[in-house]
């Protein structure tokens, strides 16, 4: 998620509760304001080269919601651009069908955790799930799996090189400006080599 503006939602939300601090419980209005807020977020989508950082595919939207709709394109489009052996998502992405796709029609290794949201505890539904349920806690993935935070490094080499913050006002202008971002990012990281 990016900033919406060059306010940030932490300051944001102090600010709100300093000012209904004195009527106790948060108003219905704050909360309708909240909501209207977080439906524009800007949200990247990205896959990512582990070793070099390089974006290899990116899909803009806007609004909180699953991550999982989105990685089919994400895969499809990185598997295009080079080979693929490994695909290292966040719990967002967990689905039988993501790992469906990725295995299966794709030959690709997929590593995803099957988490079903607070409910962790719970027995996931699926072959795939399953299997990452019990490979990631008996640790035969849990080392591969730790790359995946060089997708949150590019994120946030993203947000302190080229701003957390999107300039445009409208949904496409936003989704324009993220992707622009990727694309900027990719040209920095190439004009370093």
Not at 6 to 16: F, I, L, P, T
Not at 37 to 52: D, E, M, N, W
Not at 86 to 111: M, P, V
């Amino acid at each position: 998620m990016l900033e919406s503006r060059h306010v940030s939602r932490h300051y944001e939300k102090r600010k709100q509760q300093s000012q209904h601090k004195g009527k106790g419980k948060w108003s219905k209005t704050v909360n309708r304001s909240r909501s209207r807020v977080v439906k524009h977020l800007p949200k990247l989508s990205l896959a990512v080269h582990a070793a070099s950082h390089l974006i290899l595919a990116a899909q803009a939207s806007t609004g909180i919601g699953s991550d999982s709709p989105q990685f089919a394109s994400l895969l499809l489009d990185a598997a295009r651009r080079m080979p693929v052996e490994f695909a290292l998502a966040d719990a967002g992405f967990d689905s039988e069908d993501n790992h469906r796709l990725a295995r299966q029609e794709l030959s690709i290794r997929s590593i995803i955790p099957a988490t079903i949201g607070r409910q962790s505890s719970r027995r996931p539904a699926g072959y795939y799930r399953r299997l990452m349920r019990r490979r990631l806690e008996g640790g035969s993935d849990k080392d591969h799996y730790g790359q995946r935070w060089q997708a949150e490094t590019v994120n946030s080499m993203i947000k302190r090189n080229l701003s957390s913050a999107c300039r445009a006002r409208t949904p496409t202008g936003r989704k324009k400006d993220m992707l622009l971002r990727a694309i900027t990012h990719n040209v920095m990281i190439l004009a370093n080599l």
